[in-house]
T-cell receptor
Framework: GQQLNQSPQSMFIQEGEDVSMNCTSS?????WLWYKQDPGEGPVLLIA?????ELTSNGRLTAQFGITRKDSFLNISASIPSDVGIYFC????????????FGAGTILRVKS | DTGVSQDPRHKITKRGQNVTFRCDPI?????LYWYRQTLGQGPEFLTY????????KSRLLSDRFSAERPKGSFSTLEIQRTEQGDSAMYLC??????????FGSGTRLTVV
């Protein structure tokens, strides 16, 4: 089945530093999504990418849909304490229905 | 717009008991999804409804699991004869199109 490899598994960074995480897949996806999840809550959509090569920003967040359609990265610039949480990538293949396939997550901790 | 609402937020049950969870999607969203998330993992797809029709079911959804969306609005997920391996966060999401899910806060199930 489809699997996403997300890295790194965790990061512990200093406030103000930039962060980069990525996802790779063995399969092609039509859509890549990045979510953030706080403890005890559901994932919240940060950025959605719909086209290969697309680069999209949302405030301090920037994400790109790889041109091979098998990878994506998320960058967070100038991290702040409220960036703490678990970040998930998710791929969607519309030809395989509407389900999302999620990575295992990147745990982000920020030292202030 | 009150978002996707899930009830209860937490449920502790004894092994062998039946449990039922409820999800109220965003009112105009005709698509509804159930996912399961275990500790340290990303959410995994369980099932998908478009209006009242259940269009897709994962192999994760064993015979003990059943989901309904009788009037195309709220949905219920029932687990019969719960097992310890059923302990997880059960997430509901809804959307208007095939893109851009909104997740609820989840129901945390603990089977003792």
């Amino acid at each position: 089945g489809q699997q996403l490899n997300q890295s790194p598994q965790s990061m512990f960074i200093q406030e103000g530093e930039d962060v980069s995480m990525n996802c790779t897949s063995s399969s092609i996806f039509n859509t890549w999504l990045w979510y953030k999840q706080d403890p005890g809550e559901g994932p919240v959509l940060l950025i959605a990418l719909y086209k290969a090569g697309e680069l999209t920003s949302n405030g301090r967040l920037t994400a790109q849909f790889g041109i091979t359609r098998k990878d994506s990265f998320l960058n967070i610039s100038a991290s702040i304490p409220s960036d703490v949480g678990i970040y998930f990538c998710a791929g969607q293949d519309l030809l395989s229905g509407n389900k999302l396939v999620f990575g295992a997550g990147t745990i982000l901790r920020v030292k202030s | 717009d009150t978002g996707v609402s899930q009830d209860p937020r937490h449920k502790i049950t004894k092994r062998g008991q039946n449990v039922t969870f409820r999800c109220d999607p965003i009112s105009e969203h005709n698509r509804l999804y159930w996912y399961r998330q275990t500790l340290g993992q990303g959410p995994e797809f369980l099932t998908y409804f478009q209006n009242e029709a259940q269009l897709e079911k994962s192999r994760l959804l064993s015979d003990r699991f059943s989901a309904e969306r009788p009037k195309g609005s709220f949905s219920t997920l029932e687990i019969q004869r719960t097992e310890q391996g059923d302990s997880a966060m059960y997430l509901c999401a809804s959307s208007l199109t095939e893109y851009g899910y909104t997740f609820g806060s989840g129901t945390r199930l603990t089977v003792v």
